[in-house]
């Protein structure tokens, strides 16, 4: 089952990459399975064995039946009484062997299912788990696509591989040798022209199979063109339609979709004949099997023995028909792998991905600066309810100090590639309660600032303090917990309003969430929503205006109630006029907080205590609106400009 | 059936091969059942005392093989000739699907997302390939290899044959009752993966704010949750799936068991059956089980081709509202626009108009400024003029004519329309300015890349031969815009308009680019929607609007004068200060 949501669909396409090193991927998944489910595993491989086993005994009883009503039609002939009773004896041998494998194939397909189900679970979580501690920098270097395409492709085809390719080569596996032994006990010459048979086939199969396999890759590759193609003109449709440039659009999609119909057709046609070719390759095999049989019987070369499980003594024609049955059991497993080839490559590609995802460096953490609450009792700190302080492990216990939203930078470098400087040398005071602009065309490092405070990204030199403790020393879980942010870019997630707005404090009682929304000014809107507080917010608030979901994750931040808070572009995508209601929601929630304000219109920061304007990593210029104005320097510039 | 017959004409010019398909595997079935019933004479020759004659096993032997030669050409070529009717049937699918969508309106296009018309130009497309692959060639397999054998079967059998009987309906039964069940547990599990990659889609698109808020644990548990859910329905699903093989192998060990059983005595008590002949019998059975198999596969198959055909026929039959009249006027007089009482709104159904009562008379040379906040009906306002969406109410002239009397190419190629949410397209600059004019010559696109400042920057990249990547990734926000400009202005269009088109323009060209409007398309009508008073206070005119209707019209001075929201609005902008961005741009 290949599943896909149409939204995902095209965010994720990765080129179809062929794995690496496949066998490396292969074992370490076996392995990601065996640790796990080693008892159902190996209980799974008793059942294959069993179901394998009684599907090559199917082949081999032919045999045996037909000798015994071969050699009783023998007595009959020769005029005397027909003896059912070996005949009998056969067929509950028969049942009995059928009933064993029937009832391990169904345990082991269930198990499998286990199995299968089980490990994609696993993996499922797994991923999503690691992917929850991997740095910011990992979801600023890979697209979003690249990431979700590991939860959807990638799993897909891996769940293909599990449940339906590995347990087949198992069973495939087993049934070609058993099938062999059967072969080689009943007649080793005929099982010498069945190898040779097979042999020739092996040469039709990668005839056609890697004539396939070129066609496959071409076709993938000319599929990812066509579906670059159509996002890019469907993006783009209504400037088609302005422009009246639907018929050269026309044009140039047959162009891309003739090719990728050319090798889509090159490559089923191949995958098309390969069926009728193997089956019929089949009864060429029976042919010559018969033939090499009937020449074998007449020159007396084709020894007949007893079959080993019942005992019955077999006839030529026993043999024959038994040979016919086995060699057709021993070429369908080879012919199903070869067939799954393919997709078999192409699951471990996905598998290795999933496992590159998996190794990737988590964030590290060495702080062992805690946030807790508590207060002094009598010059004796009490943990417990109270204010937030810092807990400082000193050399013979610990200390604590205040968490009220003191940060300085000092002398910070940074660059996010080790190459281009983004930092230079940049120091920046934050005392409690102040409001700090950082101000600077797109580009100048005023996000770079908040991306290194909340250490989504480390320093390379110098040293953050936050109420005169090395960040680097806390424990970054608690350090965010006391940075509110507020991002241009608006995220909210698939749940009620109110819990949206108690995401980043989930105790939060109805109560808190309704203070936070009225303090944010947007109260107001959300009771006026179809169902209030209660309203689902779906597709990131598509149904609300760019204000209101702004609105929405300001009172985000308001009930986590957090001493230092980051509005980054806060306000940048929203028109003047609506930004003067949203600036009224900010203004309340700065009071009594350190704040820091990035932006590039200058409306949102002139009531700063302090601005610091900067270009090209640097602060060039420092001072509240005032002293900047009287410095008429790039400040005082752009105030003017108008 | 409607569905069906709708998607049928697609197949076109594969016709020949859609119909040769089952033509071809019906003479392999043919041949192929003849392979084990030849067989039967084969094995004949084994039995019997004496020393084995040669000769005749020479000859079936031989028969065999060549009729298994045959049967592989055959299919072989129903094969091929499948892969080209059902690759060409996916083709033109594509093709009638993107061909119908050039003709869809803006307002066609908003009913579907772009996502959602790539899914079903690829994967529903290929889902219902892979059905039609079926249909014509296993549907028409199966079928016929049941009944050939059964019919053989029955011919060798004779009363044998009623194993079958009793067989198949079981098996069908069994099938019929797991598809069942497995579908309604599927049903349920697509509902629960959507909710998974929407979990995984928001958290990694919100991971700052899952981050900063130190919410990874509630996440991961939500997740779990999901994942959890899906391990137990999929489980359950899966769980039922998998029941097929071992009633199908069921089904066969029981036949096997069963016709060795009778076959025995019918050989030996009542003699009217070969031994040769129950090797023959046992291969039909295999045969008829696997092709009920088969045919249960392709029940399934077609099920899941179903929701995507008919997805496939929303594009399809999705008519374009807006089309080219009869006797359409096809050249636009000069740029003189009329707006009549007009009033729109998106959805016939919805309650309020997104434009109400729109009088406005625009001279044709002239400049208009139109200003408002998000949401006030700016664009909308202007869309209606190349007609991108038709009027509800009211009368809209242009070169005095309705918009809707014009041929429509006619009417876009004189109204040129900087979009908003404008794309570039990959390939090159000169390939996406021959965009706004096919046959555009070298002083053309000079001029217009002057007339929109671009000349400088297109110099710095390479020229007009410099790569544009999707979507103009490669270049700033800025260049984006004014290469869009020059875009537009190629074919010197009698109006052009455009939708906040140069916000990420710095001031100073800005400025220059309406100059250069002004000093070298002086005949062509302006219209310029801007988030910044500075962008339109020297237009001609200045549109204010506000809830979908014009709230003044004026001067900038006037306009100062006796409209509070235009007041506001410089006020909101001058008082406290410039963009950053765009002045140091």
């Known amino acids: 089952m290949s599943l896909r949501t149409e939204k995902l669909k095209s965010k994720s396409r990765p080129m179809p990459m062929m794995a690496k090193d496949p066998m490396k991927t292969l074992g370490r998944l076996l392995r990601y399975i065996f640790v796990r489910y080693w008892f159902i595993f190996i209980v799974v491989f008793v059942c294959i064995l069993l179901s394998s086993f009684a599907s090559v005994q199917a082949s081999s009883m032919i045999s045996d039946i037909t000798s015994a009503i071969d050699t009783q039609l023998k007595v009959r002939l020769d005029g005397g009484t027909v003896d059912y009773s070996e005949i009998m004896k056969i067929i509950l041998t028969m049942i009995a062997i059928f009933a064993v494998g029937t009832v391990a194939l169904f345990a082991y397909n269930r198990l499998m299912v286990k199995i299968a189900q089980g490990v994609l679970r696993d993996i499922r979580q797994d991923m999503f788990g690691k992917m929850q501690s991997f740095p910011v920098r990992y979801f600023d270097t890979h ?43 009943m007649s080793w010459q005929l099982t010498l022209v069945v190898l040779v048979t097979v042999f020739a086939m092996f040469f039709a199969i990668k005839g056609i199979g890697g004539k396939s396999a070129r066609y496959f890759s071409a076709q993938q590759r000319s599929y990812a063109l066509f579906d670059g193609y159509i996002q890019e003109m469907l993006q783009g449709q209504k400037v088609v339609k302005v422009f009246c440039y639907e018929e050269n659009n026309e044009k140039a999609f047959d162009k891309v979709n003739d090719e990728y119909c050319h090798n889509l057709t090159q490559a089923h046609k191949y995958a098309n004949i390969f069926m009728p070719v193997m089956a019929n390759l089949t009864y060429v095999q029976y042919g010559v099997i018969a033939i090499v049989g009937a020449v074998m019987v007449a020159t007396g070369t084709l020894q007949l023995t007893e079959n080993v499980i019942s005992g019955t003594q077999q006839t030529a024609l026993g043999v024959i028909v038994a040979f016919l049955a086995l060699s057709r059991t021993f070429t369908r497993p080879i012919n199903m792998v070869s067939q799954q080839f393919n997709s078999i490559v192409l699951a471990l590609a996905g598998a290795e991905r999933i496992f590159e995802l998996m190794d990737t460096e988590p964030e590290t953490d060495n702080g062992n600066v805690t946030l807790v609450t508590g207060k002094y009792v009598g010059g004796v700190f009490k943990e417990g309810d109270g204010d937030y302080y810092w807990k400082v492990p000193t050399e013979n216990g610990c200390s604590y100090v205040k968490t009220e939203g003191d940060i300085k930078l000092e002398n910070v470098n940074f660059s996010y590639d080790g190459v281009k400087p983004i930092l230079k040398n940049v120091n920046v005071y934050a005392n409690v309660g102040q409001k700090v602009a950082l101000i600077g065309k797109t580009g100048a490092g005023k996000t770079t600032i908040s991306n ?64 936070a929304a009225r303090l944010a000014q947007a109260d107001d809107f959300i009771r006026r929503l179809p169902e209030g507080y209660d309203t689902i917010i779906t597709g990131n608030g598509a149904n609300l205006s760019q204000g209101q979901r702004q609105l929405i994750s300001i009172a985000r931040v308001a009930v986590a109630d957090p001493p230092v808070m980051i509005l980054d572009e806060a306000t940048s995508s929203i028109d003047t006029r609506t930004e003067e209601l949203v600036q009224k929601g900010m203004d309340n929630l700065m009071k009594g907080r350190t704040v820091f304000v990035i932006a590039h219109r200058l409306s949102t920061i002139k009531n700063s205590d302090c601005i610091m304007v900067m270009s090209e990593g640097m602060i060039i210029e420092r001072g509240n609106h005032e002293e900047l104005m009287a410095k008429k320097g790039v400040y005082y510039n752009l105030n003017s400009s108008k | 059936m409607k569905l069906i017959r ?18 071809y595997v019906s003479l392999e079935v043919v041949v192929d059942t003849l392979i084990p019933f030849t067989m039967t004479y084969l094995l004949k020759c084994f039995q019997g005392e004496g020393p084995l004659d040669l000769t005749p096993i020479f000859i079936y032997g031989g028969i ?23 690759s060409g049937f996916a083709r033109n699918l594509r ?12 307002n066609n296009l908003d009913k579907f997302s772009n996502a959602s018309l790539i899914t079903r130009m690829t994967t529903d497309v290929s889902f219902v390939q892979q059905a039609f692959m079926m249909i014509i060639r296993i549907a028409v397999r199966s079928p016929l290899v049941l009944i ?54 928001e958290n990694i698109s919100g991971m700052r704010v899952v981050k900063s808020n130190v919410q990874e644990a509630y996440e991961t548990e939500k997740f779990n949750e999901t994942s959890q859910d899906i391990y137990k329905i999929f489980s359950k699903a899966q769980g039922i799936v998998v029941l097929t093989s071992p009633v199908m192998q069921l089904s066969m060990y029981t036949c096997i068991t069963l016709i060795f059983y009778f076959g025995a005595h019918a050989i030996l008590g009542e003699g009217i059956l070969d031994l040769e002949e129950l090797s023959a019998l046992i291969t039909y059975a295999m045969q008829v089980l696997m092709s009920l198999m088969m045919l249960s596969m392709i029940f399934v198959q077609t099920v899941i081709a179903k929701s995507s055909a008919e997805r496939i026929c929303e594009v399809l039959t999705e008519t374009p509202d807006i089309v080219n009249p009869e006797n359409a006027v096809a050249s636009v007089a000069d740029g003189s626009i009329d707006f009549d009482g007009v009033s729109f709104k998106y959805d016939v159904k919805a309650e309020l108009n997104s434009l109400s009562d729109i009088d406005l008379h625009i001279k044709s040379g002239e400049t208009i400024g139109v200003i408002g906040s998000t949401g006030s009906g700016k664009t909308t306002f202007v869309q209606l003029i190349p007609r991108l969406y038709d009027v509800t109410e009211g009368t809209l002239k242009v070169g005095g004519v309705k918009v809707s009397d014009y041929d429509i190419k006619a009417l876009r190629s004189s109204v040129a329309m900087v979009l908003q949410k404008n794309v570039l397209f990959s390939g090159t600059v000169k390939e996406n300015l021959l965009w706004g004019k096919e046959d555009a010559t070298d002083e053309d696109i000079a001029r217009a890349l002057k007339i929109s400042e671009s000349s400088e920057f297109i110099e710095k990249i390479g020229g007009l031969e410099a790569h544009v990547e999707q979507a103009g990734a490669n270049l700033s926000g800025g260049q984006r815009q004014r290469l869009c400009i020059a875009r537009a202005i190629i074919g010197n269009p009698k109006i052009l308009i455009m939708d906040d088109s140069t916000s990420a323009v710095d001031m100073a060209t800005d400025m220059n680019i309406r100059k250069a409007f002004k000093d070298f398309m002086p005949d062509t009508t302006k219209i310029i929607i801007a988030q910044r008073v500075a962008s339109v206070a020297s237009c001609d005119r200045i549109v204010v609007m506000d809830g979908g209707r014009i709230n003044g019209v004026g001067t900038h001075d006037e306009l100062m004068e006796n409209n509070v929201i235009y007041r506001e609005v410089f006020e909101s902008q001058n008082n406290k200060g410039g963009d950053f961005d765009v002045v140091t741009n």
């Open chain 1, 143 to 185: 697209t979003f696509g690249e990431t979700m395409s590991h939860f959807t492709n990638d799993t897909d085809a891996l769940e293909q591989l599990i449940s339906n390719s590995i347990p087949q080569i198992f069973n495939s596996t087993m049934t070609i040798i058993f099938c062999l032994v059967s072969m080689f006990v």
């Open chain 2, 148 to 201: 050939f054998a059964v019919i053989m079967s029955v011919i060798i059998g004779g009363p044998m044959a009623l194993i079958y009987v009793g067989i198949i309906p079981f098996m069908a039964a069994l099938l019929i009752i797991i598809f069942a069940n497995a579908s309604k547990h599927f049903k349920k599990l697509f509902k629960k993966y959507d909710k998974l990659n929407n979990v995984v889609e």
């Open chain 2, 64 to 86: 065999i093989v060549a009729l298994a030669f045959v049967a592989l050409l055959l299919g072989a070529l129903s094969g091929m000739q499948c892969a080209i009717a059902s």
């Open chain 2, 6 to 23: 709708l998607l049928a004409r697609s197949i076109r010019e594969y016709k020949k091969n859609a119909i040769l398909t089952p033509v």
């Open chain 1, 452 to 515: 290194l405070i909340n250490r989504f990204y480390d320093i390379d030199d110098g040293v953050i303090y936050y109420d005169g403790i090395d960040i680097k020393n806390i424990r970054k879980k608690d350090l965010r917990k006391t940075l509110g942010v507020v991002l241009q870019e608006v995220n909210l997630f698939t749940a009620s309003v109110k819990d949206n707005i108690r995401y980043g404090n989930p105790a939060a009682t109805d109560e808190e969430v309704y203070a």
């Open chain 2, 95 to 106: 093709k009638d699907m993107f061909y119908r969508i050039q003709t869809y309106s803006f």
